[in-house]
């Protein structure tokens, strides 16, 4: 599998739409979609074969029925992530359900102070649980901790949250007969601002491509970079317009590495709430235990019907693994509803039940050897439905777990 880093870099505000299923009011996105970036690039290559255009010096991806066939329509279709606010072009994050920060000042600890930092409760709350005593999550200072969800980086050890700005465009309506604006028609889109902050910064953002041909990964990063790009809605207005640049990803540790580390420190916490509170029971030394951290909102489905949990059934599914010794322990997850606009047959997408980004799932096994090739597997091709379209983004064994109250970020 080749993955290709874009960085996304905004020259024009960004209409990046999300309408409410029965509202009346279109709401700026605070990202952009996989399926927006998806569906940019197939339409532009449509759009050549349709003008009889050659759509770069080295490449025929514009054909339908070749290359074009192999990233959109096949079972093996490229896998395009949604694209989160970024610094740099840094990898984007997102912070589990488990996350949790200060009510009162809330926030990365920074150089300056003044926020009491944020910290996982993921493996607190389960040894808690596991001991028979309740778990409430305060900071040290006494302050109540309320769940924190935002995007972030990691630069040099330091954390730091990414967002951003948004404004209201005001646009008059244009009589159609006359071609001259329409009385009484004025109407409002909310964008993304093309800079960010008082320093006027770019806004960027990252994603990536997942492919399972290399040529054609080669291909494709060529073609990004020789044209000209606008993602969201209203580009014959001026908006939408990017510059895509394509690199090579960042290299991030093994799926293995990642669970023997988790495990450690799970087995390490369970002994230290063991001590505190008289605790005799010990984890069973032959189980394995890993979690599943949704990193872009999923559609799953179990017998025919939405659900927001992944079961142990559905999860051995999706590895094509047989463990009946796999148990689900802790689940946090959410659920909201999402549509779309489909180009291609220029139809509104059906309403979805999906499953918020940042849920997390714990899981053990105590056949853990099995799963360490499939669990990868999942990281880059994702759970659930639409995956293409960069739903089910998972990642497994996210080190944010492993940051503790005592040494909040």
Same mark, same amino acid.
């Given at each position: 599998m080749t993955t290709l880093q874009l960085t996304i870099t905004a020259r024009a505000p960004l209409a990046i739409g999300r309408q409410k299923p029965g509202g009346s009011i279109s709401e700026a996105q605070t990202y952009i979609p996989g399926s927006v970036i998806r569906g940019a690039i197939a339409g532009k290559m449509l759009r050549q074969v349709a003008a009889n255009e050659t759509p770069g010096e080295t490449t025929d991806l514009a054909q339908p029925g070749g290359d074009f066939e192999r990233l959109f329509t096949t079972e093996d279709a490229a896998v395009f992530s949604n694209a989160y606010p970024s610094l740099q072009g840094q990898p984007a994050l997102v912070l589990p359900a488990t996350a949790? *920060? *200060?009510k009162t000042s809330p926030g990365f600890r920074s150089e300056k102070g003044g %926020? $009491?930092? /944020?910290?996982d409760t993921l493996i607190d709350g389960f040894c808690a649980e596991g001991h028979g005593y309740p778990y409430e999550p *305060?900071?040290? %200072?006494?302050?109540? =901790?309320? !769940?924190? *969800? &935002?995007f972030y980086t990691i630069e040099n050890g330091r954390y730091q949250t990414q967002s951003v700005d948004t404004r209201l465009l005001t646009r008059v309506g244009i009589n159609r007969r006359r071609a001259t604006a329409q009385e009484q028609v004025l109407y409002s889109i909310e964008v993304i601002n093309e800079t960010q902050g008082k320093a006027g910064q770019p806004t960027i953002f990252s994603s990536s491509i997942a492919l399972e041909d290399a040529t054609l990964a080669s291909q494709l990063a060529t073609y990004l970079e020789q044209q000209q790009w606008r993602l969201g809605g209203s580009a014959s207005r001026g908006l939408g317009k990017v510059d895509i640049q394509v690199s090579e990803p960042s290299s991030i540790a093994p799926v293995a590495t990642r669970i023997e580390a988790f495990n450690h420190e799970l087995r390490k916490r369970w002994q230290q709430w063991g001590e505190a509170y008289g605790g005799t029971q010990d984890l069973p030394s032959d189980r394995q235990f890993?979690?599943?951290?949704? &990193? #872009?909102d999923a559609i799953l489905t179990e017998q025919w019907r939405r659900t927001?949990? /992944? #079961? !142990? =059934? +559905?999860?051995? &599914? +999706?590895?094509?693994?047989?463990?009946d &010794?796999?148990?689900?322990? #802790?689940?946090y997850s959410s659920y909201d509803y999402c549509s779309g606009w489909n180009a291609a047959w220029g139809l509104m997408k059906d309403v979805e039940l999906v499953t918020q980004r940042g849920a997390v799932y714990l899981w053990s096994t105590s056949q853990l050897d099995q799963w360490i090739s499939p669990l990868a597997e999942l990281e880059i091709k994702g759970v659930g439905e639409r995956t293409p379209e960069g739903f089910g983004q998972v990642k497994v064994c996210d080190q944010?777990?492993?940051?503790?109250? $005592? =040494? =909040?970020v």
């Open positions: 949790v *920060s *200060s %926020n $009491e930092g /944020v910290f *305060s900071c040290l %200072n006494g302050d109540r =901790a309320e !769940p924190y *969800s &935002q890993f979690t599943l951290d949704l &990193q #872009s927001t949990v /992944v #079961s !142990p =059934a +559905m999860l051995c &599914q +999706m590895a094509g693994i047989g463990d &010794q796999l148990q689900l322990h #802790s689940v944010f777990h492993q940051v503790f109250r $005592e =040494a =909040a």
